[in-house]
């Protein structure tokens, strides 16, 4: 039948071309024409096309009744379309289609109750649906809804849904006038050879950009642009847009706008072949009696492309004009252009091995001089393109580049055999330095070209240090000459760093949520330093894990800390005082007790004035460096509570230290009081209001302040507020520096979405965490970095987690400063840790629905009493994720499912649709799918919901965030069903020069052919 068919249609083309080029050539004839046309093809086609017509289901039934408020349709489509899905009906009604979670994607569109309700009919929506890949495409699955508006019984009725286009052709050198409608338009662009296209509009405004579909499906990006205005009125003297045609066959353009009729014409730019070492002179010259005619020129030029290693710099240089310049490439999924920049040494990115095209597009060829008065602005250029082949380069080697300004551009290629990170430094050398084109490492696949999959960048003021993750296969580095005026040069280290194995751990969720690292095991390891690098403060090569994973990927999580205690050469930093003096409140007078203090020194040091001490009589210890911790040695502890403990406030005097700081503890102090034992006390300087240095050259009684010798010390007291109290004597006291550490740390976390032997890293997580700041005082158990979660669904079983840091600095503090940087002489200790919820605190429960139960919109439902047909009794530690793993009954289908918990509070309720996905596609997962996760809102003790969605993959999970609210073990009742609603999909097939065939002939008649649908497959 198909070859019947494919005859009879090149039979029936050859013919429409002959009635178009009379109907056009008699006005009167058009609208009869039209008529003509459309009878002739539904004349010739009726067997044929009526019997795919009747197989493939053009369109389907939504049914509405007292029990089913609304029907529904699911819409499917086996490449990207853009139609008018038009609803018709006898009755009263209202009209959208949404995405699988119920959301319009249209404004819904009704027709009221009257007596003559069909007369409204046909309600037309725009359909649009551009996906072009096969994986994700099951996002893309849409749904036909008719709403019944009334509340009369007799008004439920059945509406027809199908999808409904204008076609138009339009070839090169022919014109195209278009009546815009409701129904959708398309024009059906016949590309006969390769290039570039240009089609001309007359003056409309459009709504978006064109839409444009190469034969396979590929988007097409054009360039829209337009004339000058004419002198009177403002307008454009032409409109129109661009594009690079690298197929052959029927490409579909869509258009909007507001305006009635568009008129377009297209033309062809096959362009001149570029040879290499070879100048182009473009344009015309000044002696030529043409040159200030005003005409408008596009130039289009097309290089072939050798292969992926070979990198390409070009001259061009204009020497009168200014215009528009473009070069055209394409990849996997779409053709596009970038602005192409003037000037010599540059270089022209090549992103697959096929023709770049170059467009050198002139709309401003001409200005108002004066009223009336045109005044041209010709071109004249020249343009030459030379090849340039790289030197390979050995990772762990190094080597200088010498790039004289004559050569302009060079390029290092490199192998990477395992997946590996790699490290760069690109070192200036002199006052100029060449640059390194787009700061980018280059992969070549086999057939594009493309950034390196997770590139880190750090910059400094001796060039470029950057470090990336990198698959097997072969790289490449462009190298750029600045501009300057004689020869550059640079310095190219590479460095390979080796992975190291790390264990995913099992959190426990008690206690403190949802993170608690309590029982974790953390990895400590060192960042090594980099080589060379000319900051003071310091640099860090990455280090990077190997990590197994398991397809419940998205409640993984990582961590990346510091503990004060894992780097004690760092922060236990003691010093003895510089300064310790005894205050006689009642006296108003000093004792020196400086070197009595002194560990070692057997002398006791009394807290209060002997024999008996007054109130207010205080012990005052002070140092040049800040310090956040004292210990105190006793012998003789206080019998009471007669002891407070403050730090000197500069311009407020003293202070209590637990009056500013939460986090002060006193190791001296028992039930009785402080200094009632021997002990260590501790602060946090930073939460201590105006604790500065204090200077002074005499005692100053009035304020408590004692002789410094004009040397700036930090200090504290211990103040008696008991003359009862017994005399507390200490023997030494030590205290420890206050160090404060600033970095930046960056970590990514990467998974392997191709194969094994393939592997293609796509990043799960990242941290780029700048200017941090850890400091001695902080408690213990405190983390630096933030908690990264690995929210990706994807059937992996391999990641990888490197980590890298740069400035690292100390912020000191002393008697001369109040906070300055200082380089970090120590390496400092990291713990590394992954982790997902132990098994106990998470439970996966199959649902499958088997059985064609009877189903009815939540909307109609009374939600006290929901059925259900499946109990299961959830084991809550404490806080807990239950996932119902949903198996379908039939794919696509809208699904209902109804939950009920009894003795549990449901916190959060997600519904996940795992995916399969690439690198072209992930991206896409990620920000348009939000990576499969999507938040539904359901919330509440004792929750009774019924959820709805559409069932996209081959399973789902409804995740549910619980907490039990009783002492009895929380209970999840469940009852699932599937509406059995039609579904069509929508093929139109690829088509090319002289195969295929057209789907939808002739204005306003539209062939939909359903096939097939292939079902999404796992990985494994």
């Not at 022209?348 to 001409?366: A, E, H, M, Q, R």
Request: glycine share 6%; with cysteine; charged share 20%.
């Amino acid at each position: 039948m198909y070859i019947t068919l494919k005859k009879k249609f090149f039979f029936l083309r050859k013919n429409i071309l002959k009635l178009k080029v009379l109907i056009m050539k008699n006005k009167t004839l058009k609208i009869i024409g039209v008529m003509v046309i459309t009878t002739f093809i539904l004349s010739y086609l009726s067997t044929t096309a009526l019997v795919s017509a009747a197989n493939g289901e053009p369109n389907f039934i939504l049914e509405t009744s007292e029990a089913k408020n609304y029907g529904m349709g699911v819409i499917q489509t086996e490449r990207s379309v853009a139609a008018t899905l038009q609803m018709n009906g006898e009755v009263s009604g209202g009209f959208t289609y949404t995405d699988f979670l119920g959301n319009p994607q249209v404004a819904e569109d009704s027709v009221f109750e009257t007596e003559n309700s069909h007369l409204y009919y046909p309600v037309n929506l725009r359909y649009e649906n551009y996906w072009n890949t096969e994986l994700l495409r099951e996002f893309s699955t849409h749904y036909a809804r008719a709403r019944n508006v009334s509340d009369l019984p007799d008004q439920h009725g059945n509406y027809t849904a199908s999808f409904v286009t204008e076609q138009y052709e339009l070839s090169v050198d022919t014109s195209c006038e278009i009546s815009v409608s409701d129904l959708t338009s398309e024009i059906l662009f016949d590309v006969s050879s390769k290039g570039i296209y240009q089609i001309w509009m007359n003056n409309i405004n459009l709504i978006g950009s064109p839409v444009i579909l190469s034969p396979t499906d590929k988007f097409v990006i054009p360039v829209e642009n337009e004339l000058p205005p004419v002198i009177d009125g403002g307008d454009s003297l032409g409109k129109y847009f661009f594009f690079a045609a690298y197929e052959t066959g029927i490409y579909r353009i869509y258009l909007q706008t507001g305006d009635p009729i568009i008129t377009l014409r297209a033309e062809h730019h096959k362009g001149q072949s570029i040879k290499l070492g070879e100048a182009i002179r473009g344009g015309k010259d000044p002696s030529d009696p043409t040159f200030f005619d005003t005409v408008y020129s596009m130039d289009v030029y097309q290089l072939d492309v050798k292969n992926l290693e070979t990198v390409y710099k070009y001259l061009l240089d204009f020497e009168y004009g200014s215009p528009s310049l473009y070069y055209f490439v394409e990849d996997s999924l779409t053709s596009y252009s970038s602005s192409l920049n003037p000037g010599i040494n540059r270089v022209l990115p090549s992103v697959t091995d096929s023709k770049v095209y170059i467009v050198i597009d002139n709309p401003n060829y001409f200005s108002w001089a004066d009223p009336g008065i045109d005044e041209a602005d010709p071109l004249k250029y020249t343009m030459k393109f030379d090849e340039v082949e790289p030197i390979e380069h050995i990772i762990g080697g190094n080597q200088t580049i010498n790039l004289a300004k004559s050569i302009g551009v060079t390029a290092r290629t490199f192998e990477i055999v395992n997946t590996s990170l790699v490290s760069f430094h690109f070192e200036d050398l002199g006052a100029n330095s060449p640059n390194v084109f787009g700061n980018k490492i280059i992969k070549i696949d086999e057939e594009q070209a493309r950034d390196a999959s997770i590139p880190s960048t750090i910059s400094s003021s001796n060039g470029t240090f950057m470090s990336a993750l990198l698959e097997p296969g072969k790289y490449k580095v462009i190298f750029q000459h600045s501009g300057s005026m004689g020869p550059e040069y640079l310095h190219f280290y590479t460095k390979l760093v080796e992975f190291q194995p790390l264990n995913v751990e099992g959190m426990d969720l008690s206690g403190t949520l949802p993170y608690n690292f309590t029982g974790l095991n953390f990895e400590d390891v060192t960042l090594p330093a980099w080589e060379g690098y000319p900051n003071t403060y310091g640099a860090t090569y990455p280090l990077g894990f190997n990590i197994s994973i398991d397809e419940n990927f998205w409640d993984y999580g990582y961590n990346v800390s510091i503990h004060a205690d894992k780097n004690a050469e760092i922060f236990d930093d003691y010093i003895t005082p510089d300064l310790a003096v005894l205050w006689d409140d009642d006296g108003n007078d000093f004792t020196d007790y400086t070197e009595a203090i002194q560990p070692g020194n057997a002398t006791k040091v009394p807290v209060k004035t002997i024999p008996s001490g007054d109130v207010g009589d205080a012990l005052i210890i002070g140092a040049y460096d800040k310090f956040d911790r004292i210990e105190v040695t006793l012998a003789d502890p206080s019998d009471r509570d007669a002891f407070e403990w403050q730090y000197y406030r500069e311009f407020w005097g003293w202070r209590d230290f637990d009056a500013e700081d939460p986090n002060f503890d006193d190791g001296t102090l028992t039930a009785t009081g402080s200094l009632n034992k021997s002990g260590t006390l501790s602060w946090d300087p930073e939460e201590l209001t105006n604790w500065n240095f204090f200077s002074s050259g005499s005692d100053d009684i009035g304020s408590e302040r004692p002789n410094t010798d004009d040397e700036n010390y930090y200090l504290i007291r211990v103040r008696c507020t008991d003359d009862a109290a017994d005399i507390a004597n200490i023997t030494s006291v030590r205290l420890r520096k206050f160090t404060k550490i600033n970095l930046d740390l960056g970590s990514k976390l990467a998974f392997n979405i191709g194969t094994p032997e393939k592997p293609v890293y796509y990043r799960a997580s990242s941290g780029s965490s700048s200017n941090l700041k850890f400091a001695s005082s902080y408690n213990q158990s405190s983390y630096l970095d933030v908690v990264h979660t690995i929210d990706k669904n994807y059937y992996s079983e391999e990641a990888i987690l490197y980590l890298y840091a740069s400035d690292i600095q100390l912020y000191d503090y002393n008697g001369s400063n109040n906070g300055v940087y200082v380089p970090l002489e120590k390496p400092l200790t990291y713990s590394v840790c992954v982790f997902q919820p132990e098994a106990n605190y998470k439970q996966i429960i199959p649902y499958n629905i088997s059985l064609n139960v009877p189903t009815t919109h939540s909307n109609q439902l009374n939600l006290s009493a929901l059925p259900s047909d499946q109990s299961n009794t959830i084991i809550v530690p404490d806080r807990r994720t239950v996932y119902l793993n949903i198996t379908p009954r039939t794919m696509y289908d809208w699904t209902q499912i109804n939950v009920q918990f009894i003795n549990a509070s449901v916190l959060s309720t997600r519904l996940i649709a795992p995916a399969m996905y690439d690198l072209d596609t992930a991206s896409t997962y990620t920000s348009t799918y939000g990576n499969g996760q999507f938040n539904l809102g359901y919330t509440g003790v004792n929750m009774n919901a019924s959820i709805e969605f559409g069932f996209i993959t081959e399973t789902l999970y409804l995740e549910f965030v619980i907490e039990n609210t009783t002492n009895n073990s929380p209970i999840m009742k469940t009852y699932g069903g599937q509406f059995n609603y039609p579904m069509l999909t929508i093929l139109e097939a690829s088509v090319k020069s002289n195969t295929g065939l057209y789907v939808g002939i002739g204005a306003g008649v539209v062939v939909l052919i359903a096939v097939s649908v292939v079902l999404y497959k796992k990985k494994h």
